[in-house]
């Protein structure tokens, strides 16, 4: 008999299967699709020789992760290539941009420069310490004692509106309009409170590690981490979708990287009704409309300093992003959404064949929502780049709908696997989070803290709650 099962090979799946197999544990992944790696994938979506990342292209959160740092992931062909500039944030006049170091970024923002330091500087200072914090679940140790202060005054900053935030410590609109946009990877509302922890967090993780891509696509991120679970003896089988506990083999525990949803119609009554009431009551997110394309050159940005980044902010003034982000809260596509695009090829020759270019943008959307934002979106970057649109070889949509195709994970679009409002930030998918109340039945993916985003955190803790209570 197995250990254990791990259902899904997103990079939370892997990293729960690599935590077990680390301990001793005989484990093997089950996933769905034909190829590995969930939200790590990349697939030549438009033409031969175009790499595209089929879901997630910038990795902050993998370069951060205090689990993937303590693997030998390059010994297995991964390797982040770091843009010269992370992020740049165009404006109707100039860019604002995010560099690696924030006295450097401060210089670009003006009246705002003093201020951005004094906001950045102690946490870019504790960027390790931080990450570990905000990337794991709520507890109380030695160190958050010893680092009270720093955690009380983050705290205090992070729990509040991004618009708050940036309008009571900045005064002009460039530095309001890199908090907001970074703000928006919350998929959330601006106004909402906790909204101002997804910006400090992103700056400061641009600032500390870079917002780099992976060379090849994110696909390299899956495979090392299979390269790596193999290793210690792990195995995985691709095309093997589990629709109920029949599908898989007899184990010790199983740890599921799906989401409630998927969760209750596999388990069935293995989980008793007053458990499964609270994950029926767990609230998914909005959702994204993806575009990738095949260009025959670079993006023709009006500044070309912008082909120095690896990530661009698309919608212009603080107000702008927030009108996109608050029509979507109200299940309203926006006329002029918030744009997040990544031009990988202009770092990573394998992405494209000589001389030509990928590009990854996607915009948020009601969840689910059926219309079709691609001539939207593609204003955003006319504006800012006039002329894009005769460079477009060939493109890829993704709706909604195909989002949660390629990933079922990904409910009517929903990339972070459930809402990360703070009701639902710290207890997720329930107040057990990894746990259920059956000993064998334990859940990995970004529906548990600390949510989305390619760091293989979510695993790493709940294979180590899976190890506490069934194996020991
Ligand atoms: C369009 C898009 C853009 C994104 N951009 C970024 C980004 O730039 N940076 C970043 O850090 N994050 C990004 N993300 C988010 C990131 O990809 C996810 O948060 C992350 O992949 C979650 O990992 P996971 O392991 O929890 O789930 P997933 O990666 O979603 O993996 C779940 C796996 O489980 C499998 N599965 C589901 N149901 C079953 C079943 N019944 N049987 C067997 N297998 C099953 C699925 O096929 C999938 O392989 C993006 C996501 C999307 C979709």
Redesign the pocket.
């Known amino acids: 008999m197995i250990d254990a099962v791990v259902?899904?090979?997103?990079?939370?799946?892997l990293a729960a299967a690599i935590r077990l197999a680390q301990a001793g544990r005989r484990v093997t992944v089950?996933?769905?699709?034909d190829t590995i790696?969930?939200?790590?994938r990349s697939a030549e979506l438009t033409r031969p020789g175009f790499v595209h990342d089929v879901?997630?292209?910038?990795?902050p959160?993998?370069v951060g992760s205090a689990f993937f740092r303590t693997l030998p992931l390059e010994r297995y062909g991964l390797e982040f290539i770091q843009p010269p500039l992370p992020l740049v944030h165009p404006l109707d006049g100039s860019g604002v941009e995010l560099r690696r170091s924030f006295v450097e970024t401060s210089d670009g923002l003006g009246v705002d420069a003093a201020a951005y330091r004094r906001l950045l500087s102690p946490l870019v200072r504790n960027a390790d310490f931080l990450m570990r914090q905000f990337f794991a679940p709520l507890r109380v140790t030695p160190a958050t004692v010893t680092h009270s202060v720093l955690l009380a005054r983050f705290g205090l900053m992070a729990i509040r509106s991004a618009v708050g935030l940036a309008k009571s410590a900045f005064k002009d609109a460039p530095a309001r309009a890199l908090l907001a946009g970074l703000a928006a990877h919350s998929i959330q509302p601006l106004q909402n409170l906790s909204t101002a922890g997804y910006g400090l967090m992103l700056a400061m993780s641009g600032h500390a590690y870079g917002w780099p891509i992976a060379r090849g696509g994110s696909q390299k991120i899956a495979d090392a981490l299979v390269a790596h679970l193999n290793t210690l003896g792990g195995t995985i089988e691709t095309k093997?979708?589990?629709?109920s506990l029949d599908d898989v083999p007899k184990a010790r525990v199983y740890v599921f990287?799906?989401t409630p949803r998927?969760l209750l119609a596999?388990t069935g009554n293995a989980l008793p009704d007053a458990y499964r009431r609270e994950l029926t009551r767990f609230r998914y997110g909005a959702g994204?409309f993806?575009l990738d394309w095949a260009l025959d050159a670079p993006v023709p940005w009006r500044d070309p300093r912008w082909l120095q980044a690896g990530t661009l902010h698309l919608a212009g003034t603080m107000e702008e992003v927030a009108a996109s982000e608050a029509a979507v809260g109200e299940a309203h596509p926006a006329e002029a959404p918030f744009v997040l695009l990544s031009q990988p090829s202009l770092f990573d020759a394998t992405r494209a064949p000589a001389g030509k270019h990928t590009l990854w943008a996607?915009c948020h959307v009601p969840n689910g929502s059926t219309v079709d934002m691609t001539s939207r979106i593609e204003a955003q970057i006319e504006r800012f780049a006039p002329g894009f649109k005769n460079r477009i070889l060939a493109r890829s949509v993704m709706t909604p709908a195909d989002?949660e195709r390629h990933?079922?994970?990904?409910i009517g679009g929903d990339?972070?696997?459930g809402s990360g409002d703070l009701r639902q930030w710290f207890l997720r998918p329930t107040w057990r989070r990894y746990a259920t109340p059956n000993r064998q039945i334990y859940i990995c993916?970004?529906s548990t803290p600390p949510t989305?985003?390619?760091?293989g955190l979510?695993?790493y803790f709940a294979a180590n709650v899976a190890l506490r209570h069934a194996f020991r």
Do not use: F, T, W
Not at 240 to 243: F, H, L, N, S
Not at 407 to 410: D, E, K, M, R, Y
Not at 452 to 455: C, K, L, Q, R
């Open positions: 259902i899904g090979s997103g990079p939370n799946g089950l996933e769905a699709n790696g969930g939200g790590a879901c997630s292209a910038v990795h959160l993998a093997r979708r589990v629709e990287d799906v998927q596999i994204v993806k996607y989002i990933n079922a994970n990904c990339i972070n696997g993916s970004s989305g985003g390619v760091h979510c695993g």
